[in-house]
């Protein structure tokens, strides 16, 4: 059952979603927050600091960088999204990333071929996920009616993205994608940084050309992108400026402009 504190938080997101300044008639308006217990840490909305830029993003990456949030609840109005741009990473991912408690979302997305996928990406990486109260998302709703008139008529089809399981040190399977992240071998470029080899396979995609790859610590992330040879065999390295005892590595195989799988494994 949904508090009265809930409530007021769920009516702030709300709130931030109507400080959009709309871009076109297809882009919705979005608001965020984040809450440790009772305590407001950094609330946001789409295009708050860069046009286009995503809400969850700003909150997450703008406001919030290197921050701990695993006791972290974020409410967000529009249900976060699993696909973006070239080299770009979706909210959703950005969500288990940062190992946020639980997210309440206050409108699933109204384009049917994704309508649900960024819910299930979090259930599925063990992101506690539930809905706004009936009430506040028919607000949500009517906030993007215009939005979802237009969005409504999109045809693009995303596959559901599975979360990755992934031992160190060894390869293990992860679906598609095949891959292991060592311990740190050698020192980095500068003192105090460390090196991290990553080597693995692709496997049962179409003609994969290279590897995007983000790792995650607590405070900060570090990436590359890794060519992948005709076998489908890639090799490269992160250097991160920290140890740490909790990763999240999100992998993005791409060809040219176009991203054919995306996972994030969480190492612990």
């Known amino acids: 059952m949904v ?10 997101a709300i709130a931030e979603a109507s400080k959009c300044q709309p871009e076109n008639r297809a882009t919705p308006l979005v608001g965020a927050l984040a809450v440790r217990g009772a305590e407001i840490l950094a609330t946001a909305y789409r295009g708050e600091r860069k046009k286009g830029e995503h809400a969850e993003f700003t909150l997450l990456e703008r406001k919030l960088t290197g921050q701990e949030l695993r006791d972290v609840v974020v409410y ?3 249900e976060p999204c699993v696909e973006r741009g070239h080299l770009k990473t979706p909210c959703a991912f950005w969500l288990v990333m940062r190992q946020v408690q639980k997210v309440y979302v206050g409108m699933l997305d109204p384009n049917r071929d994704i309508l649900g996928l960024g819910y299930r990406t979090l259930r599925a990486y063990g992101v506690d ?3 706004f109260s009936p ?8 906030q993007n009616e215009t939005f979802a008139r237009e969005i409504e008529r999109s045809s693009t089809t995303l596959r559901f993205a599975r979360p990755a399981a992934l ?3 060894g390869p293990t399977p992860i679906n598609s994608l095949r891959t292991w992240l060592a ?3 050698a020192a980095g470029t500068s003192s105090g940084s460390f090196k991290y080899p990553i080597t693995g396979e692709v496997a049962g995609l179409d003609r994969p050309e290279a590897l995007h790859v983000y790792v995650y610590t607590n ?4 990436g590359g992108t890794f060519p992948i040879d005709t076998d489908g065999h890639f090799s490269g390295h992160v250097i991160l400026n ?3 005892t909790s990763y999240a590595i999100y992998f993005q195989v791409i060809r040219g402009k176009e991203t054919l799988y995306r996972t994030i494994a969480m190492v612990r």
Do not use: C, G, N
């Open 76 to 78: 967000t109005t529009l």
């Open 242 to 244: 920290e140890q740490s």
């Open 129 to 131: 996920v539930d809905m």
């Open 3 to 12: 508090t009265p504190l809930e409530e007021d938080f769920m009516h702030m």
């Open 219 to 222: 405070r900060r992330y570090e």
């Open 135 to 142: 009430a506040f998302q028919q607000l949500i709703e009517a």
């Open 183 to 185: 311990r740190p071998l």
């Open 167 to 169: 031992k160190v040190p």
